[in-house]
């Protein structure tokens, strides 16, 4: 199971930080995504981090703001989100996959439900 956490309401140019606690036995070399859906968008990917760390992802956008990092020991992966903009206001998921080099919801494993990031301006 995933759970994710740490959605809230805050104000544009403000930080917020997400956690994904990962049970169950998901985590051990899995791959760690974040992915969003904004209101009447499709979901898209954010951020992923490759199991040992040594690698991460991010989608154009939020490049610069938004740091993704895992703890292996408490099986937990961040997001954390600086400089938030409206345009960041959206449910936020993470999920988990074994399968290396894709960011394409269809290979995603495990997702967990989605915590709400609302952006004021």
């Known amino acids: 199971q995933l759970q994710a956490s740490g959605g809230g309401l805050v104000q544009a140019g403000g930080s917020l930080r997400l956690s994904c606690v990962a049970s169950?036995?998901?985590?051990?070399?899995?791959?760690m995504n974040w992915f969003r859906q904004a209101p009447g968008k499709v979901r898209e990917f954010v951020a992923a981090i490759t199991w040992l760390g040594g690698r991460t992802y991010y989608e154009d956008s939020v490049k610069g703001r938004f740091t993704i990092s895992r703890d292996n020991v408490k099986n937990t992966v961040y997001l954390q989100m600086n400089n938030l903009k409206p345009e960041d206001t959206a449910v936020y998921y993470c999920?988990?996959?074994?399968?290396?080099?894709?960011?394409?919801?269809?290979?995603?494993?495990?997702w967990g439900k989605g915590t709400q990031v609302t952006v004021s301006s």
């Open positions: 169950g036995g998901i985590f051990i070399n899995y791959k």
């Open positions: 999920a988990a996959s074994r399968i290396a080099g894709t960011t394409k919801e269809s290979d995603m494993e495990y």
